[in-house]
Structures are given as C-alpha cells and as structure tokens.
C-alpha cells in the first residue's frame, strides 16, 4: 500500500516564476491538504481539497493556488515567487470523515 | 484562529529518563490534538493523538495527557532512547461529522537523548 507521495523532491526557481507541486495521497484517501514548513518552524496550513473543491484555506494569499483530480491527486501552484516562499512543502491526506492526516516526504522549494 | 504554543524549545535528557513536552491551544472549539516526530530531513510521523472527550491516552512509552479547561495538552516519553531523538510537533484542529480542520502546529520541540 503505497503512502502519500510528492514530487519533485527538490526545485530551486528565481524570483517572479511560477511553480507546480504535485501530490498523490494515501490509498483510499479522498482529502488533501497542504504545508509550507520554514526552516526552525511548524507547518503552516495552506488549505484543503476535498471533492475538487477548496474546502478550507490557511492565512496565505492567493499567489497560492490549487487543484484536486477526480483520482484525489493535488497539485499546488504558486505564482509570483518571493525568496521568502522558499521552505519544505508538505502534502497530507486523510479522508474526510477521519482525522489522522498522513504526510508526505515534501518538496524542499529554493527561491533564489 | 487558532494559536498553538509550545514548550521548551529545546530539551535534552539522559537515555532512560523521562521527557515531558508542553502545548497551549487558544481555541476552545479545537477537539483534535495530535502529535508528530519529525527526524531530519524526514516526513512528519503521528506518534499518538487525543481527542476532546479524553483526558489520557498512552501507546507503549509514550502517552498524552489533556486538560481541556485550561487548554492544555502534554506528550510524555518515559525510558528514553537514542532513536527518540527528533523535533516533536504538537497540533491542534476542530473535528466535526463534515471532516477535521486543516492542524494548526506549535513550533516544535527538538528532543536530544544524551547517552
């Protein structure tokens, strides 16, 4: 039974650019949610995707987008990259009427 | 929205001692209240989690304990061993019958185990 997997595992993109980050959750898992962790600090919840809809969004701007499949894959997008939106991207899933989240190895983002 | 504070920062022990690691929460609406280990350069891992209408909870070496009323919630590690050393996150969500929240993290405690 495969976990929730991410990828890339590494990105480094300058200032300005857009990015793509991809997710693909646990087995049976229907809920997505998303992280940015900065170095020395505790995720930060971004949002959440259920159904291929937003269901609920962290305290971040909408440079930070996202999208859900009809398999329950995500996908994170981030426009207009600042150097401080460089961190470890972590995906989870859980399902929707549970609530352990599992997470994934993450994307470590370098914004030059 | 919610608040997590976490306590010490820090926190060196001597193998086979025990660790306490402390959490605030300022939502009292919050009834989810996980914890994870996170190894260098690893994933975070769920170790144990408590939910609202339990005061304790124990697996082995590890148990949490919760006191809703001062919004308070603490991870116990007895027996410490070498591979306990890790940055532990406390968290903390509202669970409803519509799905549990996006967590709200305290910013961790790194937890080194002194042979």
């Known amino acids: 039974d495969a976990g929730v997997t991410q990828s890339p595992t590494h990105l480094i993109k300058t200032r300005g650019q857009q990015v793509t980050l991809r997710c693909s959750p646990k087995?049976?898992?229907?809920?997505v949610s998303w992280y940015q962790q900065a170095l020395g600090q505790g995720p930060q919840f971004i949002f959440q995707?259920?159904?291929?809809?937003?269901?609920q969004r962290g305290n971040f701007p909408d440079r930070f987008s996202g999208h859900q499949y009809p398999n329950y894959s995500s996908e994170l997008n981030v426009n207009a990259l600042l150097l401080g939106d460089s961190a470890l991207y972590l995906c989870?899933?859980?399902?929707?009427?549970?609530?352990?989240?599992?997470f994934g190895p993450g994307t470590r983002l370098l914004v030059l | 929205g919610e608040n997590v504070e976490q306590h010490p920062s820090t926190l060196s022990v001597q193998e086979g001692d025990s660790a306490v690691i402390k959490c605030t929460y300022s939502?009292?609406?919050?009834?989810?209240f996980p914890w994870y280990k996170q190894e260098l350069g690893k994933r975070p891992q769920l170790i144990i989690d408590?939910?609202?209408?339990?005061g304790e909870k124990k697996d082995q070496r590890i148990a949490v304990t919760l006191n809703k009323t001062a919004k308070h919630f603490s991870l116990h590690i007895t027996e410490t061993q070498p591979e306990d050393s890790a940055v532990y996150f406390c968290?903390?969500?509202?669970?409803?019958?519509?799905?549990?929240?996006?967590?709200?993290f305290g910013k961790g405690t790194h937890l080194i185990i002194q042979p």
């Open positions: 989870a899933s859980s399902l929707l009427g549970g609530q352990t989240q599992y």
């Open positions: 087995s049976g898992h229907d809920t």
């Open positions: 995707y259920y159904e291929e809809e937003e269901r």
């Open positions: 939502d009292s609406a919050s009834n989810y």
């Open positions: 408590i939910r609202s209408n339990v």
């Open positions: 968290a903390a969500s509202m669970y409803s019958g519509g799905g549990a929240d996006g967590l709200t």
